[in-house]
């Protein structure tokens, strides 16, 4: 299965969990088709969506931007079912046909079981019998390949494919960042993977973002090697150059980021030896300064009641720390929070927020910190 998949598959997948959005939140639909032009246009055909993306406008704005205007037979289409969404057997098939409805795909290339970790979700597919209901939706013609994504410890990754050997591809989170990382501790999950030869799609390659940009003085460790170069693209070669990547995602946001990415995988460079060493002197630098490790997926949002914009307040607050002497971070968490609208301290400790976060922060904690930081 492992060369079947990877060879079907190209470097770069558009993940659409981040698409670009106008004012008030929808999504930017004619900035989307010129994007979904573009990638398609340099020979790229990888789509990954799911159910709550976007709070459900994902998949239908893969419907308006890519299946109502490309033949369904040139693109790949992955989405995803959410354990937390459904609240008895029957919901699994009602949400399956609605993502049939909303992306108007006919079949997805990829289903998967959305963020399985340790706890509800894990149970939840286990006790709904989910492994087996995939593998009627393929013998039915209606996925092509299965499996799930994963946040949870290496420990529940053996467990899941020793219950479920037959699963096509797993997806994992992998960035040079949180190789060693004792809560994600990805190289585990990676290794694990690479001994049962399952194709791995790779996510938060660039943690939302996190590995786009760093201190000047880390910078320069990149750009002495290669100048033109961006450093986001130093993250995404790093996962791209490892055995057993089918692709790599990337929730593009905007035309320029998805240039850059191209740029990067038109013609794609393994990295030399001599910058897998950079890799790690700048993957030593950024560990020496303690961040929130937020990707902003923005889960934590959709459900808070008080309307906090978690991510950008942890954006704020890690500027902070990277920056310490700029007045720039306090002025952002004050754009953020104009009005006195969705302030950190506003927090209710209600915990919706980290039962949702596939990072496992402890938000409620953090908002206090951010709060006695930048509203004392």
């Known amino acids: 299965m492992e060369q079947k998949v990877l060879s079907a598959m190209p470097k770069l997948g558009f993940g659409m969990m981040r698409l670009p959005v106008v004012e008030g939140g929808d999504i930017d639909m004619p900035a989307l088709c010129q994007m979904v032009d573009t990638y398609m246009a340099a ?11 976007h709070q459900g406008r994902s998949e239908r704005a893969v419907k308006t931007a890519l299946v109502d205007r490309y033949p369904r037979e040139t693109f790949m289409l992955t989405t995803k079912l959410p354990a937390w969404q459904m609240k008895k057997i029957e919901d699994r098939e009602a949400i399956f046909h609605e993502q049939l409805e909303r992306t108007g795909a006919g079949y997805f290339d990829f289903y998967l079981l959305h963020a399985m970790e340790e706890g509800n979700n894990y149970e939840v597919y286990e006790k709904g019998g989910c492994f087996d209901w995939l593998k009627e939706k393929k013998a039915a013609g209606l996925i092509r390949h299965y499996g799930f994504s994963f946040h949870g410890s ?3 990754l053996e467990k899941v494919l020793d219950d479920h050997p037959d699963v096509d591809v797993v997806q994992i989170q992998l960035n040079y960042l949180d190789w060693e990382n004792p809560v994600r501790r990805c190289g585990e999950q990676y290794e ?34 290669r100048p033109d170069a961006s450093i986001a693209s130093w993250a995404l070669r790093f996962v791209a150059s490892l055995p057993g990547i089918a692709t790599v995602l990337s929730g593009m946001s905007t035309p320029e980021q998805m240039e850059d990415n191209l740029k990067t995988f038109r013609h794609f460079e393994p990295l030399t030896d001599e910058e897998k060493r950079l890799v790690e002197q700048v993957k030593k630098e950024v560990l020496n300064v303690p961040q929130i490790e937020c990707t902003a997926c923005r889960y934590c949002c959709d459900g808070c009641p008080m309307h906090i914009n978690i991510p950008e307040l942890f954006k704020a607050y890690n500027t902070s720390l990277l920056y310490p002497t700029d007045v720039r971070a306090k002025r952002y968490y004050n754009d953020m929070t104009a009005g006195g609208a969705g302030l950190a301290s506003a927090c209710l400790h209600c915990g919706q927020c980290e039962e949702m976060c596939p990072q496992h922060l402890n938000i409620t904690s953090y908002l206090e910190t951010i709060a006695q930081k930048f509203e004392a």
């Open 43 to 53: 020979g790229l055909n990888y789509f990954d969506t799911a159910y709550p993306y």
């Open 154 to 156: 290496p420990e529940l």
């Open 192 to 225: 694990i993977l690479r001994k049962r030869n399952i194709p791995i799609l790779v996510m938060e390659p660039v943690k939302g973002g996190a590995m786009a940009s760093f201190h000047p003085d880390v910078e320069k460790i990149f750009k002495a090697a």
